[in-house]
């Protein structure tokens, strides 16, 4: 276990001095760069029993401990993740995948409860298995009802000195104020452009360039796209918002290959697209820049060439509506026709 290349700073600052490292640690940083592999790669280092003082400072990953820990049962680790947490249509933002989308959850689902943090007291007060360190991790910890948080509060009062919580969250500041105040807050933010790409490439990303600007710079995500095929069917809606169609039935009759195939857009992702091409237009018009498409710069200048920055900001603010009812629409096909229209309309010379 290891961090991500672009976190190797952050990980050499924080283990400078491993005897004095906090014992409650909150990750706090964006969806999708690696903050579960951050928070796993150290919580090997805790517990692992050959530790040396190599440059990288990471575990062994082959003694007793490290061989229990990769095998899910470590006696001295606990995991708290969210209960419940059904119908996410989400990845881990860990070593190899990546949130794609917020999950949806209904009344007291995907939440760390209470009886969770309760039952962590007797790992908590009660002696090591291996004589050594003892490691929580708690992961999505904003999703901490109260009372479970009240209770995770309590614990960190006056911890055993043996005793080490890491907290994982990408909304940190939704956490109680007195929980922050107990821990030592690390954000792990977006990575050097240069070392995303090089990262992408080494893993066979062809345009890298091109998904790390389309992902807002979050490599993960990039490449999870590369991997599940979703690149393709990217690429393949700007070209159609770049085309020189304009009737909003023909221009919907070419999305819907693209919510039907395998790997393809859901509507809300489809929605989130149009929202960064709209961003980039109204940038472009304005201060003439843009950030997600930076490879169609060109093109969508020529675009933007007759329409008018109110318009196309109506659209941007159309869409975050539109988007909160993208998941279930009545009809998909009225849906796309309309979502086609709007976008249309926005390009349209003189539109206020």
């Given at each position: 276990?290891?961090?991500?290349?672009?976190?190797?700073?952050?990980?050499?600052?924080?283990?400078?001095?491993?005897?004095?490292?906090?014992?409650?640690?909150?990750?706090?940083?964006?969806?999708g760069?690696?903050?579960?592999?951050?928070?796993?790669?150290?919580?090997?280092?805790?517990?692992?029993?050959?530790?040396?003082?190599?440059?990288?400072?990471l575990?062994?990953?082959?003694?007793?401990?490290?061989?229990?820990?990769?095998?899910?049962?470590?006696?001295?680790?606990?995991?708290?993740?969210?209960?419940?947490?059904?119908?996410?249509?989400?990845?881990?933002?860990?070593?190899?995948?990546?949130?794609?989308?917020?999950?949806?959850?209904?009344?007291g689902?995907?939440?760390?409860?209470?009886?969770?943090?309760?039952?962590?007291?007797?790992?908590?007060?009660v002696?090591?298995?291996?004589?050594?360190?003892?490691?929580?991790?708690?992961?999505?910890?904003?999703?901490?009802?109260?009372?479970?948080?009240?209770?995770?509060?309590?614990i960190?009062?006056?911890?055993?000195?043996?005793?080490?919580?890491?907290?994982?969250?990408?909304?940190?500041?939704?956490?109680?104020?007195t929980?922050?105040?107990?821990?030592?807050?690390?954000?792990?933010?977006?990575?050097?452009?240069?070392?995303?790409?090089?990262?992408?490439?080494?893993?066979?990303?062809?345009?890298?360039?091109?998904?790390?600007?389309?992902?807002?710079?979050?490599?993960?995500?990039?490449?999870?796209?590369?991997?599940?095929?979703?690149?393709?069917?990217?690429?393949?809606?700007?070209?159609?918002?770049?085309?020189?169609?304009?009737?909003?039935?023909?221009?919907?009759?070419?999305?819907?290959?693209?919510?039907?195939?395998?790997?393809?857009?859901?509507?809300?992702?489809?929605?989130?697209?149009?929202?960064?091409?709209?961003?980039?237009?109204?940038?472009l018009?304005?201060?003439?820049r843009?950030?997600?498409?930076?490879?169609?710069?060109?093109?969508?200048?020529?675009?933007?060439?007759?329409?008018?920055?109110?318009?196309?900001?109506?659209?941007?603010?159309?869409?975050?509506?539109?988007?909160?009812?993208?998941?279930?629409?009545?009809?998909?096909?009225?849906?796309?026709?309309?979502?086609?229209?709007?976008?249309?309309?926005?390009?349209?010379?003189?539109?206020?």
């Open positions: 276990m290891k961090p991500y290349d672009w976190h190797a700073a952050a990980w050499s600052g924080l283990l400078s001095d491993a005897g004095r490292l906090p014992h409650a640690l909150l990750l706090g940083g964006p969806e760069l690696g903050k579960t592999a951050f928070g796993e790669a150290l919580v090997a280092r805790l517990l692992c029993e050959q530790m040396g003082d190599g440059p990288e400072r575990a062994c990953g082959s003694c007793n401990s490290c061989n229990w820990l990769a095998a899910g049962n470590h006696p001295d680790f606990r995991l708290v993740q969210p209960e419940d947490a059904g119908g996410q249509d989400t990845a881990e933002d860990g070593a190899e995948a990546v949130r794609v989308e917020s999950p949806v959850r209904k009344l689902q995907g939440q760390v409860r209470v009886d969770q943090i309760r039952a962590l007291e007797d790992f908590v007060f002696g090591s298995h291996r004589q050594g360190n003892r490691v929580v991790l708690i992961s999505q910890a904003e999703t901490m009802n109260a009372a479970a948080a009240n209770s995770l509060l309590k960190l009062e006056e911890p055993p000195s043996s005793v080490y919580f890491i907290l994982i969250s990408s909304y940190w500041r939704r956490l109680l104020p929980l922050l105040s107990r821990c030592r807050t690390l954000i792990l933010g977006h990575p050097d452009v240069g070392v995303a790409r090089r990262w992408l490439k080494d893993r066979g990303v062809i345009e890298a360039e091109q998904l790390l600007d389309l992902a807002g710079g979050v490599p993960l995500l990039a490449a999870d796209w590369e991997e599940n095929g979703r690149s393709e069917a990217y690429f393949r809606l700007i070209e159609t918002l770049l085309s020189k169609v304009s009737d909003p039935v023909a221009m919907a009759a070419k999305w819907t290959p693209l919510l039907k195939a395998e790997q393809g857009f859901s509507l809300g992702q489809l929605v989130e697209a149009m929202q960064k091409l709209m961003l980039d237009l109204g940038m018009k304005i201060a003439g843009c950030r997600y498409h930076r490879a169609w710069k060109d093109q969508l200048t020529e675009l933007v060439r007759s329409a008018t920055a109110p318009g196309i900001m109506s659209c941007y603010n159309e869409l975050l509506r539109i988007r909160a009812v993208a998941r279930h629409p009545l009809n998909s096909q009225l849906f796309l026709e309309d979502l086609a229209a709007r976008y249309l309309r926005a390009l349209a010379p003189g539109r206020v």
